[in-house]
């Protein structure tokens, strides 16, 4: 089993920057993907961005150039560094890993960008 649990969303202006943080436990040598998908009101959840184990990563057209997601393998935490951020962002953040054949989701950590 893993546990995910995601912190560092809040409310910024557009053109700010926020650090999504998400904190793996438990079966934690097991997992093989993380990544980071984002749900506006209204709209299917997507992919923001993935990171695979050797460090291959892939962002969302709409993210690129302004996100960037890093793993950190010691301290089992993923991240997501947010910058040059957009209303059009504001979303519900989750944190997703990939252990064996199973799939972990966090509770979430909300985002709004004012304009």
């Known amino acids: 089993q893993v546990q995910l649990v995601e912190s560092g969303g809040g409310l910024v202006q557009a053109g700010g920057s926020l650090r999504l943080s998400c904190a793996a436990s438990?079966?934690?040598?097991?997992?093989?993907?993380m990544g980071w998908y984002r749900q506006a009101p209204g709209k299917q959840r997507e992919l923001v961005a993935v990171?695979?184990?050797?460090?291959?990563?892939n962002y969302a057209d709409s993210v690129k150039g302004r996100f960037t997601i890093t793993r950190d393998y010691a301290s089992n935490s993923l991240y997501l560094q947010m910058n040059n951020l957009k209303p059009e962002d504001t979303a519900v953040y989750y944190c997703?890993?990939?252990?064996?054949?199973?799939?972990?989701w966090g509770q979430g950590t909300q985002v709004t960008v004012s304009s």
């Open positions: 997703h890993a990939i252990a064996s054949t199973n799939r972990y």
């Open positions: 990171i695979i184990s050797g460090g291959m990563t």
């Open positions: 438990g079966g934690i040598f097991r997992i093989n993907v």
